[in-house]
């Protein structure tokens, strides 16, 4: 006698390969304890609406939470031959209360079980990855407090353009975060509606009142369309593309990390607990946290697309090839959710080396901008100005001077418009500092966007 809830139709056993090849146990385990919330939520409903007694339900609730608690504890054998945790978590019911655990199933087809188990299974998941973005958030930003004092290069094509706070750097990513966590908020948003009581693809004969189970299992509305319910996957999209661009935003963070605790730069010095050594170069400390999470950017994208190309043109309603949405989906989960927590403690732990960004702020002509501005305000348009600062810079490249150093009437013979008052103005902190506008560099408009982010953090 077969094992399968579906065995009814069929008149030879499944191969055994076969079997193994469609199952997938292996990875939708993951899920139990949502099916079961489900399940529990479900049989309440039938009883309330008298399609089944209410011992009856207690019964299955009972053997349910029975349940739970053998896999939580480790004793529960997850079968291939049941092919998911679906009818694994069935099978053993009937096992345990007997016949009566076969009326769970009324009114319900795995098509839009699986469908809620999945939005309830990622719903606690997002809850989990929004606790680690924002532990990253506040990281970014106590290090920017840290580091109110510290200049740094600022770099267009990696080239010194102009002199910022090594705090508004750090605001930068916070910003990209930010936006992040409302991606996020927005797939939980749209996520949160229930999709059981679709049944197969048409919905059900019998009276459920599907209300009452998103209730109980708080869910913000349910699905209004039952073809849709279960053939739809774009919560599981929505969330890897969110994923996907956060992971960018790390990518770069990551990138940045690598590149400034290099000894070319060696702007910042990653701790010990967050490298690696070399088998063959004592000296080396390889930013192995950062590399990783760089490339795992590249399987996190990789994921979306897998997901989209499963879903390209499958016909209405539930279609097996759906069954491979459940990997590319966990891995995202898997990974984002550990690059953010890596990186939450990496930052909280980064050393700042203040006096090299300071020194490599100054090379470069990094202040050059800064004279410009300073003979436009004295009626030069602006073009002129970026010409007289050009033949200043090409100057002090042939004299081998900065441009701090320059004395008066070599300033003068660009043009007659700069007074020694100049001076004031091309000081790496007198160019930071004259950036006041909102969103600029200066240090009060950087306290006013922290200022601002901890109101916004405490609600
Ligand atoms: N394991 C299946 C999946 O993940 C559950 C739904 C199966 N439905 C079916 N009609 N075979 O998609």
Excluded at 75 to 83: D, G, H, P, R, W
Excluded at 107 to 127: C, F
Excluded at 202 to 210: E, K, L, S, V
Excluded at 333 to 345: E, P, Q
Aim: charged content about 25%; proline content about 3%.
């Amino acid at each position: 006698m077969s094992d399968k809830p579906w065995a009814g139709r069929f008149t030879q056993p499944t191969d055994k390969f076969v079997e193994e090849f469609t199952a997938s146990i292996a990875f939708d385990q993951r899920m139990y304890r949502y099916d079961i919330q489900g399940s529990i939520a479900h049989a309440r409903m039938l009883a309330r609406q008298r399609i089944i007694a209410e011992s009856d339900a207690e019964q299955i609730v009972a053997g349910l939470e029975a349940i739970l608690a053998d896999i939580e504890a480790g004793n529960f054998e997850f079968k291939v031959s049941l092919e998911d945790i679906h009818m694994n978590i069935e099978a053993r019911l009937i096992e345990r209360i007997g016949p009566v655990g076969g009326k769970l199933h009324t009114a319900r087809s795995r098509n839009d079980q699986v469908a809620l188990d999945v939005r309830l299974y990622l719903r606690d998941e997002l809850q989990e990855i929004g606790g680690y973005l924002d532990r990253l958030q506040e990281a970014l930003l106590t290090q920017a407090e840290a580091n109110l004092a510290v200049i740094m290069p600022g770099y267009t094509h990696l080239q010194t353009a102009q002199p910022v706070l090594f705090a508004h750097h750090l605001l930068a990513y916070y910003e990209m975060f930010q936006r992040d966590a409302g991606r996020l908020a927005d797939v939980a948003r749209r996520l949160n509606v229930l999709p059981l009581g679709a049944g197969a693809l048409a919905g059900t004969t019998f009276p459920i009142d599907r209300e009452f189970v998103a209730e109980q299992l708080g869910f913000g509305g349910v699905t209004r369309n039952s073809l849709d319910s279960v053939s739809d996957r774009d919560f599981a999209l929505e969330f890897c593309a969110a994923g996907s661009i956060l992971m960018m935003h790390l990518s770069r963070l990551s990138e940045e990390l690598i590149l400034w605790s290099s000894a070319d730069f060696d702007f910042i010095e990653l701790t010990d607990a967050f490298c690696t050594g070399s088998s063959i170069m004592p000296q080396k400390k390889n930013p192995d946290v950062p590399e990783l999470v760089r490339g795992k950017t590249g399987r996190v994208y990789g994921n979306l697309v897998a997901l989209l190309t499963l879903m390209k043109s499958l016909p209405l309603a539930y279609n097996k090839d759906m069954q491979e949405d459940k990997e590319p989906l966990f891995d995202t989960i898997d990974t984002v959710k550990g690059s953010l927590k890596i990186f939450a403690d990496m930052i909280a732990q980064l050393q700042v080396k203040a006096e090299n960004m300071r020194v490599a702020a100054a090379r470069g002509f990094s202040t050059a901008t800064d004279v410009a501005d300073y003979v436009v305000r004295k009626g030069l348009p602006f073009r002129q100005a970026h010409e007289v600062v050009g033949k200043t810079v090409r100057y002090c490249i042939e004299h081998g001077k900065d441009i701090p150093e320059l004395r008066l009437d070599e300033f003068r013979q660009f043009s007659d418009l700069i007074d020694a008052d100049i001076y004031d103005y091309v000081t790496l902190d007198a160019s930071v500092n004259a950036r006041r506008a909102t969103g600029g560099t200066a240090r009060e408009a950087v306290e006013r966007e922290i200022a601002r982010a901890r109101a916004e953090r405490r609600g």
